[in-house]
């Protein structure tokens, strides 16, 4: 019994110690990476108000970090956003910063997002993976050349009648 607690306590000391020497530089801890898709919303009021996915069925996840601004652009649309834990902030249970996102649906109808470009007589969608032509873009879209968008609509090939937009995060001035 007595061997029993002693070695119990040389591992509790042994615990105590590690990660304190002067010459061992602080470690941040692991954080795991994560994707979630759902729906983006805003609950609680301001000053409180918190940018969430709601996932189908699961839980409310916080969405911090530097692309939080572009996301409450994309209030109401389903998202599939990837990142890395985080503290959670109350009163989500899970927080998740993100790294990158992308637009799924609206309404049920695909949503896409990308660079805005003119092309030719016409404006097209630049996405990371392929690009839309747009059909029947509303000026705001025309006039928005260079803006980061996500765009909903019928897709025909590499063609994109748009339905419904957003600007999420307008063109650097020249």
Known sequence: MMRRLLRG???VLAGCGAGSRPDQADTAPMRDTMTVVGIVKVVGADPLAQLIVQAEGGEATAL???L???LH???GLEVRVTGVTSD???????ALEVRSYETVSLNGAAAHTGTLER???GYRLVG??????LVNPPEELRASVGAKAWVAGEVS???LRVTAYGIIRRAASP
């Open 64 to 66: 911090v970090g530097p």
């Open 119 to 121: 092309s030719g007589d």
């Open 157 to 159: 090939g590499d063609t």
């Open 68 to 70: 939080q601004s572009e």
């Open 9 to 11: 306590s040389v591992f």
């Open 88 to 94: 959670a902030v109350p009163p989500a249970r899970t």
């Open 128 to 133: 990371t993976t392929r690009g839309w032509t």
């Open 73 to 75: 652009q994309t209030v």
